[in-house]
């Protein structure tokens, strides 16, 4: 990778140069991209998954790119870059195994929404991002021996550095983030950096690590490896915990991510802590009496299947759940028992609910999320169409959401409803439930083509509006549809 005159004899070939240089593009390029998905991933049980992390995160790393090519340009025409591009591996890894304490420390702190994230993403990963960035133009200044081969030059590492990034996206996402936790990858790319940061110091400058740069580069890794992981089981989608609740020995929680998504009672099925949950079981108390066949969108604790079959022996159920771990973990930690009327499909839910019948179900129960939006694509007049294929004509939707403010989010959601049902109705929260930080609760949605009973509720839960209130409620709310579902951006921060 450095210039050498082809003459010499034990000078290595130019296409040999050329391909070490690519190859250290590759690697670097493809660390970024590592660094960037995993950042997600590491974020998640502080800042939540949505729209507006993937955002910050992107724009935060993009940004890192720009200033570490910046950088690295400057100095590659000011230093020698053989003597540089090693160090600046071996500290870029050193950053990454720092971002491990640095989002276990201020996680907590920052707080929630898009300023929040992108502090974060930049305190943790800006710097690792910019020092590793800066590597590739240096590279460039060493390839560029002849002005006649600028393009084949610049042109060639380019294609190289995208094809790590892309090797790097579809390794982490489809492979690396289900096989391993997100500390071990981190602690692997930085390892990565350093072990070709050393050798390339080596081969480049002729220098060795002091005994004080080893001890740094050490101490830092033994840091990162120190810092107790916040989840008690990471799965290919969520950062999972359990939680005991202190008040009942028998009760647990289970959080996904940032947000808490169900309450189990072990000994006791009927217990329903959630407030929303609640409000599930009284609008099915006023179902057709006997068992029912429920489909539920999103699995969670499992909280109300069981309710259900409490209640009602004999009941049916079919829970359509994205992670495939999450039934093992309820299974171990929850209580869950495997019977003859559950039935765990594996999937998701907007493709998993093609491959059911029409006419099925008595009952579908909506309660998915990621962090506390419901995924956009369920939610969508297409979706809300398949709810109503798979329902008996009788039979009843409810669906939980969260929303604030003036409730943007419910009331498009419940324009989407009256696009495919008769009937619809809608639980609004009390004042007092709503979070004093953004004005958020749990609003639950019950749709059907048979008239509705107004349900028997508890005032401290919520109010049931049905008939003109609701379309009052409603406005002038847009239906949501594949093509238009904005489902982050509606709910109030």
Known sequence: MSTTDPSEPNAPRPEAVGWRAGGLVFATSGAVLTLEIIAGRLMAPYVGVSIETFTGIIGTVLAGIAVGAAIGGWLADRHDPRLLIGPLLVIGGGLCWLSLPIVRVLGPEVGKGPVAIVMLTACSFLAPVTVVSAVSPMVAKLRLERLEDTGTVVGGLSAAGTAGALAATFLTGFVLVAALPSRPVVWLVGASLIVM????????????????????????????ALVAPVCDFETAYFCVRIEADPQRPSGRSLYLDDLRHAYVDLDDPTVLESRYVRLF????????????????????????????????????????????????????????????????????????????????????????????????????SEFVADIDRVLRPDGLYVMNVIDGGDDRFARAEIATLMEHFTHVAVIRPPDQARSAAIGAANIVLVASDRALTEADIDPADGTWIDGTEVERYVGDAQVLTDDFAPVDQLIAR
């Open 197 to 224: 940061g050393v050798v390339l110091a080596w081969r480049l400058g002729r220098r060795r690590p002091t005994t004080i740069e080893v001890a740094v580069v050490a101490l830092v890794g033994v840091g990162s």
């Open 281 to 380: 079981a009284d609008v099915v108390a006023d179902a057709a009496d006997g068992p029912l066949t429920a489909l539920h969108i999103g699995g969670g604790g499992f909280t109300f299947p069981r309710y259900v079959t409490a209640v009602r022996p004999a009941s049916e159920h079919v829970v359509l759940e994205i992670d495939d771990e999450l039934p093992r973990i309820a299974r171990a930690e929850l209580g869950l028992t495997d019977s003859d009327g559950l039935d765990i499909r594996i999937g998701d839910a907007r493709l998993a609910i093609d491959d059911l019948p029409g006419d099925r179900f008595d009952l579908v129960v909506g309660d998915a999320f990621a962090s506390p939006a419901v995924p956009w694509h369920l939610t969508t």
